[in-house]
């Protein structure tokens, strides 16, 4: 099994930074995916970003030049760093593990962006 413990959220104003960080424990493949989902109200839970073990990145078009996601290996740990936050960046944040042998779930963060 692997657990993952979320931090960072909270309310931010538009244009604002925010990080989020997430620590992965357990049976931690040496290959495997980190990433972030969100889910907004009413909407499906979408992929922001992830990255692999060897480093290679993706983003959600809507994100690209606003989030960095990067990653320590020696850690477990996936950081999150979003900038110029934009109202439509609130929802909840999720932190995700997959491998070829397990696949865990953070509880999940909220961000709100909001004046």
């Known amino acids: 099994q692997v657990q993952l413990v979320e931090s960072g959220g909270g309310l931010v104003q538009p244009g604002g930074s925010m990080r989020l960080s997430c620590a992965a424990s357990g049976s931690i493949s040496s290959i495997n995916v980190m990433g972030w989902y969100r889910q907004a109200p009413g909407k499906q839970r979408e992929l922001v970003a992830d990255?692999?073990?060897?480093?290679?990145?993706g983003y959600v078009d809507s994100v690209k030049g606003r989030f960095t996601i990067s990653r320590d290996n020696d850690k477990n740990t996936v950081l999150l760093q979003m900038n110029s936050l934009l109202p439509e960046d609130t929802a909840v944040y999720y932190c995700n593990y997959r491998s070829s042998v397990h696949t865990a779930w953070g509880q999940g963060t909220q961000v709100t962006v909001s004046s």
């Open positions: 990255i692999l073990t060897g480093g290679r990145t």
